[in-house]
């Protein structure tokens, strides 16, 4: 019998077809907040980005990774946002909080030298 069986080979391959289906939703970088719209033009991409996010209770993740409360000052200090590379902060806050929280995380990063934030919004909405 010369024929090769391909039944092994295509259940191997709809395993991974089910595997690949099943981590792609999952590799969606980011933490979940709901941003407000804008109708401000996209920024281009700089090397040295920083994430910061603020979730609708308050907590504060910087690239993915929550800061403690209280600890934000040094967390920012030890990013060197002075330095002669500019560091660009993008500010994710969720459009559920209050101005005074979005305010104190802002007034930490100038503080701290990190003056250019970019405040992340959704894509373009079109004007009512």
Do not use: H, W
């Not at 099943?22 to 920024?43: H, M, R, Y």
């Not at 090397?47 to 690239?63: E, M, R, W």
């Not at 002075?82 to 990063?109: C, F, H, N, P, W």
Request: aromatic fraction near 2%.
């Amino acid at each position: 019998m010369a024929e090769i069986n391909v039944t092994p080979l295509v259940d191997v391959m709809l395993v991974l077809l089910i595997i690949f289906m099943v981590t792609a939703p999952l590799l969606n970088a980011g933490v979940p907040i709901d941003l407000p719209d804008s109708n401000a033009k996209p920024l281009d991409q700089t090397p040295k980005q920083t994430n910061l996010s603020i979730t609708p209770d308050g907590v504060i993740y910087l690239d993915q990774v929550v800061v403690d409360p209280g600890t934000l000052p040094d967390r920012l200090a030890a990013l060197d946002c002075g330095s002669e590379a500019k560091r660009q902060i993008d500010l994710r806050a969720d459009k559920g909080l209050e101005y005074g929280t979005v305010m104190a995380v802002m007034g930490e990063l100038n503080r701290a030298g990190c003056n250019a934030i970019s405040l992340v919004t959704n894509s373009s909405v079109s004007a009512p």
